[in-house]
């Protein structure tokens, strides 16, 4: 028989599979004696697989030690899991709102820096005089978003 | 487990327990859990050498645990966590290439803690579970499902939706490939 038909054989099939089955059952632990030398030696990897990695079944106790180390590991992990500070403080944890009141506060801060018309400070005054008024606008300003996010902290 | 004692929960289907888990009751997992481990534990046990088995059993039910509230249902559960195996399973494998540990390094191991017979047993495991993760998707997965989880073959014919002719003859390939691959 060449290698096509071998490969083609579904007698072939069927007897690695009975003999598959009877090894799984525990009634064969050695080549059949009927096989042919490309049969037996199929028949050989499937004993081989058998012995070294045989059929293992887990009991009650066991399966409810794993189950007490597996609960064990998560709450573990859920207690060792740290999130990060953008997931903190801009994560699902805060609201879209108040994610919106940051951001216009930020533009706020921006603006008031570098555009000094928007101050009130009058014409005449000019230089440092302008450029201290805004900056001391911009630290109120980031004191208050400091305090909001102290409040947050503290709930 | 006292929950399986509950009424709600006399000899639910696996869709209803995961049903009542996405409502919420996430002691449900427990009896999911409970029926599901055996099988996976011997799938992994199978293809992962004995001192990793339970660590990727458990890697293999936080990740059901997490995905669970994605669960579509088109497919059977016993099917998704059998997926979900399969990725872990490979996922520990490529950790262990991305270490760079050479390939006789399990087979060192094995002797380093064993000695003797125990020894030649351990490291005849580890190399055929190496042959066995070796192997196309395919060849794998017949072989897990005969040997691992014991299925008949009409059995897993009609999970694969093949003939049990066209099954038989993937085992026989199968087998054929693993030799193979133990021969090199």
């Keep these: 028989m060449d290698q096509t038909n071998k490969n083609n054989n579904p007698q072939y099939d069927d007897q690695l599979a009975d003999f598959a089955d009877q090894v799984m059952q525990g009634k064969q632990n050695q080549p059949a004696s009927t096989s042919t030398d490309e049969l037996r030696s199929l028949e050989e990897t499937i004993l081989r697989l058998n012995s070294s990695l045989p059929p293992t079944s887990l009991d009650d106790a066991s399966i409810k030690q794993m189950q007490v180390r597996l609960k064990a590991r998560i709450r573990r992990e859920e207690k060792n899991a740290k999130t990060s500070f953008w997931e903190k403080w801009f994560g699902r944890n805060v609201s879209p709102q108040l994610g919106l009141a940051f951001a216009v506060l930020a533009i706020l801060i921006v603006a008031i820096v570098s555009v000094p018309s928007l101050t009130t400070v009058s014409p005449s005054t000019t230089g440092t005089a302008t450029a201290s008024v805004n900056l001391f606008i911009a630290i109120g300003l980031a004191g208050v978003v400091l305090i909001i996010l102290w409040a947050i902290r503290r709930k | ?184």
């Design chain 2, 1 to 184: 487990m006292e929950n399986i004692n509950n009424p709600i929960l006399q000899d639910p289907t696996d869709e209803l327990l995961i049903q009542h888990f996405k409502n919420g009751r996430k002691d449900v997992f427990d009896l999911l859990y409970y029926r599901h481990l055996p099988k996976v534990y011997k799938r992994v046990r199978y293809v992962i050498p004995e001192n990793d088995v339970e660590d990727v059993t458990q890697d293999i039910f936080i990740a059901a645990l997490n995905s669970l509230p994605s669960f579509r249902g088109d497919a059977k559960f016993s099917t998704w966590l059998r997926t979900l195996t399969n990725h872990k399973v490979a996922e520990f494998y490529r950790k262990r290439t991305r270490k760079q540990e050479p390939p006789i390094s399990p087979l060192s191991d094995a002797s380093t803690h064993m000695t003797g017979s125990t020894s030649k047993t351990m490291e005849e495991r580890i190399y055929l579970q190496r042959a066995l993760q070796d192997l196309p998707e395919n060849y794998k997965e017949i072989i897990l499902l005969r040997f691992a989880e014991d299925l008949q073959f009409n059995e897993i014919a009609e999970m694969t939706n093949q003939s049990l002719e066209a099954t038989k003859s993937l085992f026989r390939r199968a087998i054929a490939a693993l030799r193979t691959h133990l021969e090199k």
